[in-house]
C-alpha cells in the first residue's frame, strides 16, 4: 500500500478528483491547506500599506492505493492539475504499514 | 299631477320654516342680539383653536414618527454598525474586544446621559455647558421644547441626541485598538463625555451656545462635524500617541482579518447616517429631504474621489478603499447637510474622499502614530475639512439660517462664515486635546492605561473577556 499526499492549486482540485474516481480510486481526504514552495508570494494593500502574503492557499489530498494502482493514480494527478506555471504543487509517496477499516476491523488492502 | 302638488306642498314649507326662522331671530336678535353674535364668536373660535390642536398633533405625530426612527437608525450606527466596521478591521483575536468597545457605549453612556450628560449638554446654562438642573431627565417630559424643537416631545430630542452621545466616544475607540484596558477605557469614556462632549455640544446645539447660530461665533455644524467627528478624531490622535503603538507595529503585519465584517458594518453606517443627518432637521419637513439628499450625494463622491486615487497610485481598487471613502464622505457632508446643495454635496464628497485617503495613507506613515483603525485621519480629518467646506458652500437658498436673504457661506458672499467655522473648528480641536490629555493622564495614573505586554499577545477576546470570536474547535 502506498500513500499518495499532492498539493495542488484550489482550481484544480474537482479535475484531480474526477480524473482519480476515474481510474477506480474509492476514497480520498481533502484538506485545505497553506503554503509555498518555489513559487512567491503576492503582496495585498489595506489602506496603502503593503502586506506580503507568502503562503498560499492550497489544496491537500490524500489518498492511500494498492500497489499496483500507484502509476496510474500520479499520473492522473499530474495530468489533471498540471498548467505548467510555477506554484502547481508536489506529491510525495510513502510506505504505508496497515489500514484498518474503523467499522469491522478488516486489515490491511482490503480495508481501503 | 302628483308631482306638481309636492313641489306646491315643498314650497309652502320652504316660505313656512324661512318665515317662521327669520321671525324667530328678529325677535330673538331684538331681546338679546349682543348674546348671540358672541357665543357664535366662541363657537368659531373654540373650531378654530381645536383645529389648531388637531394640526399640532398631526405635525406632531409626522415629525415624532421620523425622529423615533431617526433615533433607531443613529443608534444602529453604533452597533452593529461601528462594532462590524472596527471589528472587522482588527486581528482576529482582538475582535470581541473592539465591538464590546462599542457596545459598553451603548449600556454606559445611556445611563450617563439620563443621570448627567443630557444637562450639561443641553439644559440651559451659561455659554460654554448647561446647568444641573435636568439632572436625572428632571422636567424633560413629553411637551416639546420650543428652543429645541417645537413639533417633537422634549424626550424624543433627548434619546436623539443620545444616541450621538453613545457614538461619538465609540468613535475614539479606533485608535486604541487591540491594546487598551476595558475597565480604563469605560473610566476614560465617562470622563470623556462629560468632559470634553458635554461642553462641545452645549456650545454648537445649546441653548445660548457660544458657538450656536444665535451665538458669538455661529459655527455652522448641522449633524455634528465639530461636535461629533473633530472631538472624536482629535481625540482619538492624541489617544494613539499617548498609549504608543502596538506590539510590533508597523513590523509585524496586521491587515484586517475580515473586510467582509467591515463591508457589512460600513453599508450600515451609511444607512444609518440617514438618521444622523436628515434627523438632524428635528422635523420631517423639507430641510430633512434636503439633508437627506445631500447626505447620499456626498457618501457617493468620496466613494469615487477614495477609489480614483488609490486605484492610480496603487493599481487597484480595494473594496475596503472604497468603504473608507463612503466613511469619510459621510463625515465631511456630516456639518453640510442641511447647508448645502446636492452639487455642493458632490464636491464635498470628492474633496473628502481624495483628502482623507491621502491622510490615512500618507501623512499617518509620515509621523509613525499608530491609530490602529484610522479615527484621525477619517473622522478627525474629514469633519475638520467638512467644516470648513460648509464655511464655503452653505446657501441660504437651502437653510437660511440667518434670516431670509441673508447670505450663508463665503460662496454667497458671507466670507466671515469662513473664520467662524475656523474658530468653531479650532475650539473643538483645543477641548478635545486639552480634556483627552487630562483624562488620560488621570486614568494611566490610577487605573493603567494598556493591557500588559502578555495580555496584548494573547488579545482583548481572551485577556479581557475570557471568550474568543471564533472558536475553530466546534
Known amino acids: 500500500m502506498q500513500k499518495i499526499e499532492a498539493v495542488i492549486q484550489p482550481s484544480k482540485l474537482d479535475a484531480v478528483k474526477d480524473a482519480l474516481v476515474e481510474i477506480g480510486v474509492e476514497g ?26 507568502d503562503l498560499l492557499p492550497k489544496v491537500k489530498l490524500e489518498l492511500v492505493v494498492k500497489d499496483e494502482m500507484l502509476d496510474k493514480a500520479i499520473t492522473a494527478i499530474t495530468t489533471a492539475a498540471r498548467t505548467g506555471t510555477i506554484g502547481d504543487g508536489k506529491i510525495f509517496v510513502s510506505k504505508i504499514d496497515e489500514a484498518i477499516r474503523i467499522r469491522n476491523d478488516e486489515r490491511g488492502e482490503v480495508a481501503l | 299631477m302628483r308631482l306638481r302638488a309636492a313641489k306646491v306642498f315643498l314650497s309652502f314649507l320652504f316660505v313656512l320654516i324661512f318665515g317662521g326662522s327669520v321671525l324667530c331671530g328678529s325677535v330673538a336678535m331684538a331681546q338679546t342680539p349682543a348674546t348671540a353674535q358672541t357665543d357664535r364668536i366662541a363657537a368659531l373660535e373654540k373650531r378654530a383653536d381645536e383645529n ?6 398631526a405635525q406632531t405625530a409626522g415629525d415624532n414618527g421620523w425622529m423615533l426612527v431617526s433615533a433607531a437608525l443613529v443608534l444602529m450606527m453604533s452597533g452593529p454598525g461601528l462594532a462590524l466596521f472596527y471589528g472587522g478591521l482588527v486581528r482576529k483575536k482582538n475582535i470581541l474586544g473592539t465591538m464590546m468597545q462599542t457596545f459598553a ?3 454606559v ?19 460654554f455647558i448647561g446647568g444641573l438642573h435636568n439632572m436625572f431627565l428632571h422636567g424633560v417630559g413629553l411637551m416639546p421644547d420650543k428652543a429645541y424643537a417645537a413639533t417633537i416631545p422634549l424626550q424624543t430630542f433627548m434619546i436623539y441626541q443620545m444616541m450621538f452621545a453613545i457614538i461619538t466616544p465609540a468613535l475614539i475607540t479606533g ?31 445649546g ?28 481625540s482619538a490622535l492624541v489617544t494613539a500617541i499617548y498609549l504608543g503603538k502596538r ?25 444609518g447616517w440617514f438618521g444622523f443627518n436628515a434627523g438632524s432637521a428635528l422635523s420631517a419637513g423639507t430641510l430633512a429631504t434636503s439633508a437627506f439628499v445631500a447626505t447620499q450625494f456626498g457618501a457617493a463622491a468620496a466613494v469615487i474621489g477614495w477609489t480614483a486615487v488609490e486605484w492610480i497610485r496603487q493599481g487597484k481598487p480595494s473594496a475596503l478603499g472604497a468603504i473608507s471613502g463612503a466613511v469619510a464622505g459621510l463625515v465631511a457632508i456630516t456639518p453640510a447637510a442641511g447647508f448645502v446643495s446636492p452639487m455642493s454635496a458632490l464636491w464635498i464628497g470628492l474633496i473628502a474622499g481624495a483628502f482623507c485617503y491621502t491622510m490615512v495613507v500618507k501623512v499617518k506613515s509620515w509621523f509613525g502614530y499608530d491609530d490602529s483603525l484610522d479615527a484621525f485621519g477619517v473622522h478627525g480629518a474629514g469633519g475638520t475639512l467638512g467644516a470648513l467646506l460648509t464655511g464655503l458652500f452653505a446657501n441660504s437658498a437651502i437653510n437660511p439660517v440667518f434670516g431670509a436673504g ?33 483624562i488620560l493622564f488621570l486614568v494611566d495614573k490610577t487605573i493603567g492605561l494598556r493591557v500588559s505586554e502578555e495580555d496584548e499577545r494573547v488579545g482583548l477576546d481572551l485577556s479581557q473577556h475570557g471568550e474568543e470570536g471564533y472558536d475553530w474547535a466546534h
Open chain 2, 109 to 127: 453612556i445611556t445611563v450617563l446621559w439620563g443621570l448627567l450628560t443630557y444637562s450639561l449638554a443641553f439644559s440651559s446654562g451659561n455659554a
Open chain 2, 406 to 438: 441673508k447670505a450663508t457661506g463665503l460662496f454667497e458672499g458671507n466670507w466671515r462664515q469662513l473664520f467662524h467655522q475656523a474658530f468653531g473648528v479650532g475650539l473643538a480641536w483645543t477641548i478635545s486635546i486639552v480634556g483627552t490629555l487630562i
Open chain 2, 175 to 205: 485608535a486604541f485598538a487591540e491594546r487598551m484596558k476595558f475597565s480604563a477605557m469605560v473610566v476614560f469614556m465617562v470622563l470623556w463625555s462629560i468632559i470634553v462632549y458635554s461642553p462641545m455640544a452645549h456650545m454648537v446645539w
Open chain 2, 247 to 271: 506590539i510590533g507595529y508597523p513590523k509585524i503585519p496586521m491587515p484586517p482579518h475580515s473586510v467582509v465584517l467591515s463591508f457589512v458594518g460600513a453599508c450600515m453606517l451609511w444607512v
Open chain 1, 28 to 53: 480520498m481526504t481533502i484538506t485545505e491547506a497553506r503554503g509555498h514552495g518555489r513559487q512567491k508570494g503576492h503582496t495585498e494593500f489595506y489602506r496603502g500599506r503593503e502586506y506580503s502574503v
Open chain 2, 52 to 57: 389648531a390642536a388637531a394640526i399640532a398633533a
Open chain 2, 105 to 107: 457605549m451603548m449600556a
Open chain 2, 207 to 234: 441653548q445660548g451656545g457660544f458657538l450656536s447660530v444665535s451665538g458669538r461665533f455661529p459655527c455652522l455644524d448641522f449633524a455634528g462635524g465639530t461636535v461629533v467627528h473633530v472631538t472624536s478624531g482629535v
